[in-house]
């Protein structure tokens, strides 16, 4: 029997709205599996013979496409791997300072990509671990290939809303990542400072600043990118920003 975001919702979900899988609601969280295969146990509350059952039951309708919304990441991935095609990423390790290391089939880039290193071969990209990477990281890291590392940090600080055309991109940012942040670690601020220190995050010291948590991450080489974290109170939520130099 399939799952409808209704089923999932009332059968299998707690109802308690914890926000522990990073959404306000559980029904809100059902959505996401049911269209977009967000994974089921990302919900933490599910009893495990429940959750063997459903994964079975959602994988049936995913074969069949039932309930799926189309898959723009694919199209993303297949235009940024157009787009990355003529570039050779050996020739890039000193714009994107990473190395160039014999791997299988010959010579590749080899990267630093938050605590671990990528392996760059063509437009084919893997994690040294042997990690999963997702279909949007792998856009970020073919674009940062086509035309990232040419300016290094200047140690000043910027929103997206202040870079040039980002106006759609801010929104995009602040509804996809920022709100969704706020709301998952509003009064959980140790669990986000363990979270990002998992992936390489330290202290930010930023003068004037107000957020109770600073934090510098460094996805890729020269990409400084802050963490900038209120956990509000009282009749205010909690806001997350990232910031950009
Ligand atoms: S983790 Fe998400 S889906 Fe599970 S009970 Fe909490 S809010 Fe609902």
Same mark, same amino acid.
């Given at each position: ?11 299998? $979900? ?12 559980? $029904?809100?969280?059902?959505?996401? !599996? ?15 013979? !429940?959750?063997?059952?459903?994964? &079975? ?39 994107? &300072? ?21 392996? #760059? ?20 890291? $073919?674009?940062?290939?086509?035309? @990232? ?11 997206? #809303? ?35 220190? &998992?992936? @390489? ?9 107000? &957020? ?5 991450? !460094?996805?890729?080489?020269? #990409? ?22």
């Amino acid at each position: 029997m399939a799952l409808s975001v209704v089923d999932l919702y009332k059968s299998v $979900l707690p109802r308690t709205n914890c926000r522990d899988c990073g959404f306000a609601t559980c $029904l809100a969280f059902a959505g996401k !599996v049911v269209s977009e295969q967000y994974p089921l146990k990302n919900c933490p509350h599910i009893p495990p013979e !429940v959750l063997v059952a459903s994964e &079975a039951e959602l994988a049936e309708q995913y074969a069949k496409g039932l309930w799926l919304r189309r898959d723009l990441s694919a199209d993303a991935l297949r235009w940024a791997k157009e787009r990355a095609a003529s570039l050779n990423p050996v020739d890039l390790a000193a714009r994107l &300072a990473g190395e160039i290391v014999e791997g299988v089939g010959g010579q590749e880039l080899r990267l630093p990509y938050f605590t671990g290193f990528l392996r #760059i071969e063509g437009t084919e990209i893997r994690r040294e671990d042997g990690g999963e990477l997702g279909r949007y990281e792998q856009v970020f890291i $073919l674009n940062h290939l086509a035309q @990232g590392g040419w300016r290094r940090p200047t140690g000043i600080w910027k929103g997206f #809303i202040e870079f040039d055309n980002t106006v759609s991109k801010a929104v995009t940012m602040q509804k996809a990542v920022e709100a969704p942040l706020a709301v998952r670690f509003a009064g959980k601020t140790g669990e986000l400072r363990q979270r990002a220190e &998992a992936v @390489g995050a330290t202290e930010l010291a930023l003068t004037g600043g107000t &957020a109770q948590i600073s934090l510098l991450l !460094v996805p890729l080489p020269r #990409i400084p990118v802050a963490l900038l974290f209120w956990d509000g109170g009282g009749d205010f939520p909690a806001q997350a920003k990232l910031m950009f130099d």
